[in-house]
C-alpha cells in the first residue's frame, strides 16, 4: 500500500536518467546546439559537472535522512497523543508517498549521471535535469514540511479517518444489498463451517459463496457468523450451512472457506468498522484522565454523529429482488452506538461535561431520524449512561442538553425514558449550591 506510490516515482526517474543518457549521446542538429550552448555557458567542463552532481546527491541524501529523521520524532510526538493511528494516516496519503519516492528518486537520478562522466564524455542535459528538479525538491521540501505540520492536527487526522470510513461504507453495498439479515424457516440440518488459520475478516466474496448454495439446491442457506472486521481464531466457526434434506456439502464448506478472506491486519478500505474503531480510540485517549484533552473527543463525538446522520437514512432492508441464500450480520451501525455509549463512560471517568453532554446531544438531535430499531437502541444507551450522571457537575451546557432530550423524547412518545432522564436531571439539580466530594 506505501510502496507503490514511491517504487512507481523512483522509475520514472530513473527512466528520466536513460533518456537524458541518450538526448546527450544523440547526433541530432537541434540536441547538439542546445547542448553546445550548456556546455559553453554553464557546464564547461566534465570536472565542473561530476563535482555539481556530487554535491546534489550528497546534499539530497544528507537533507532526506535529516528529514526523515525529524518526521519521525514528530510522528512519534503525535502518535503519543493520538495513538498510533497517526502513523496510518501519514503513510496512507498519497502526497507523503510521492514526496519520500521524489526525493529517493532524485537522489537516484544524480548518481546516475554521475557515474557517466568521463573526461570525453559532460552530460550536459542529464546535469541541468539534475539542477532544475534540485530547485523543485527544495521547494517540495517546504511542502512536505507544512504538509507534515499539518497532517499532524487532530482535525485533519480525524477528518481523514471520517472520510475513509465513509467510503468503506459505500463499498459494502453490494454485499448488504445481495445478502439477507436473517435466516429463513426450515434449515433443521446444520453444519458448521471452520477456519483453517487466523486472522481479520477483511473480505467476503458471498457472489462464488452464493453459486456454490445454489447449486447444492434451492434448500441450502449459509448464515455467516462473521463480519467484516471480525477476529477470527484458528477452528472457530465462521459460517452455518442449513438445509431440510441430508446432503453431501464438503465441496460447499470449502467454497465458503475460500470466500472468506483473513489478513493480519484490518484495512479501513473496506471496512467502517475499523474506522469507528479507531476514532472511538483516538477519543477514549483524548477524553480520558491520561491525556485529559476534551477538544479532539469533542470532534470525534461530531464526527461519530455526522457518520449516524449518513448511515440512519439507509434502508438496510432493501436488497436485490433475488438475494443470495447467504445471511450476514451487519454490526457497522451496533459498533456505532456502541462507541458512543464507551465515550460517554469515559467522559465520566475524566469529568469531562462537554463530552458526556455532546453525546446526550448526539441522540437529542438524531432521534427522530433513527429507525424504530435504531431507537430503541438509542433509548437503551440513554437508560444506560444516566448512571454516571453522579460523576457530573450540573453545568449550564449539560442541563441544556438534557432538557433538551427530555424534550425530544417526549415528542417521540417515549415517556418512561423521558421521565428517567427528567428524574436524574431533577435528582442531581438538588445537587446546585451544595458542597459536595466525589
Excluded at 236 to 251: G, L
Excluded at 308 to 316: I, R, T
Aim: hydrophobic share 50%.
Amino acid at each position: 500500500e506505501f510502496l507503490t506510490v514511491p517504487t512507481l516515482v523512483i522509475v520514472a526517474f530513473l527512466l528520466m536518467a536513460a533518456g537524458s543518457y541518450t538526448i546527450d549521446r544523440t547526433e541530432i542538429t537541434a540536441f547538439q546546439t542546445m547542448r553546445g550552448v550548456l556546455k559553453t555557458r554553464v557546464f564547461a567542463d566534465s570536472r565542473a559537472t561530476s563535482e555539481l552532481l556530487g554535491t546534489i546527491a550528497g546534499g539530497i541524501i544528507t537533507v532526506t535522512s535529516i528529514i526523515i529523521s525529524l518526521l519521525l520524532v514528530a510522528l512519534q510526538q503525535s502518535a503519543a497523543s493520538l495513538t498510533h493511528q497517526v502513523f496510518d494516516q501519514f503513510l496512507r496519503r498519497r502526497t507523503n508517498q510521492f514526496y519520500f519516492g521524489f526525493f529517493i528518486g532524485l537522489s537516484l537520478f544524480a548518481l546516475l549521471t554521475l557515474a557517466t562522466v568521463t573526461e570525453s564524455f559532460n552530460p550536459v542535459f542529464g546535469a541541468s535535469l539534475a539542477f532544475l528538479l534540485t530547485m523543485a525538491g527544495l521547494y517540495i521540501l517546504i511542502l512536505l514540511l507544512y504538509t507534515t505540520i499539518n497532517q499532524m492536527r487532530p482535525a485533519v487526522i480525524i477528518e481523514a479517518i471520517h472520510a475513509h470510513t465513509l467510503t468503506a461504507r459505500q463499498s459494502q453495498v453490494s454485499l448488504i444489498l445481495k445478502t439477507q439479515r436473517s435466516p429463513r424457516a426450515g434449515g433443521l440440518i446444520c453444519r458448521p463451517v471452520k477456519a483453517h488459520r487466523h486472522g481479520f475478516v477483511t473480505h467476503i466474496d458471498v457472489d462464488a459463496a452464493g453459486v456454490a448454495a445454489t447449486d447444492l439446491g434451492k434448500d441450502v442457506e449459509i448464515v455467516l457468523r462473521v463480519s467484516i472486521g471480525s477476529y477470527v481464531a484458528f477452528e472457530d466457526v465462521i459460517a452455518e450451512v442449513r438445509m431440510e434434506a441430508q446432503k453431501e456439502t464438503a465441496s460447499l464448506e470449502k467454497s465458503v472457506q475460500d470466500a472468506v478472506h483473513f489478513e493480519n491486519q484490518r484495512n479501513i478500505g473496506g471496512d467502517p468498522a475499523y474506522g469507528i474503531e479507531q476514532m472511538e480510540m483516538i477519543a477514549w485517549t483524548s477524553i480520558s484522565t491520561a491525556k485529559s484533552d476534551p477538544a479532539p473527543g469533542l470532534l470525534i463525538i461530531r464526527n461519530l454523529r455526522d457518520l449516524l446522520a449518513h448511515w440512519a437514512a439507509e434502508d438496510n432492508q432493501s436488497r436485490q429482488e433475488e438475494s443470495l441464500p447467504i445471511v450476514y450480520t451487519d454490526d457497522v451501525f451496533s459498533r456505532l452506538m456502541e462507541a458512543f455509549e464507551t465515550l460517554a463512560v469515559v467522559a465520566s471517568e475524566s469529568m469531562q461535561h462537554q463530552n458526556f453532554a455532546e453525546v446526550l446531544r448526539t441522540f437529542a438531535i438524531m432521534f427522530d431520524r433513527l429507525s424504530p430499531d435504531q431507537q430503541a437502541r438509542a433509548e437503551d444507551i440513554i437508560l444506560r449512561i444516566i448512571s454516571a450522571l453522579g460523576d457530573h457537575v450540573l453545568t449550564a451546557e449539560l442541563e441544556a442538553t438534557l432538557s433538551e432530550l427530555v424534550l425530544t423524547l417526549d415528542k417521540s412518545a417515549r415517556i418512561t425514558t423521558a421521565a428517567a432522564v427528567q428524574a436524574a436531571q431533577n435528582r442531581l439539580k438538588l445537587s446546585v449550591g451544595k458542597l459536595h466530594s466525589r
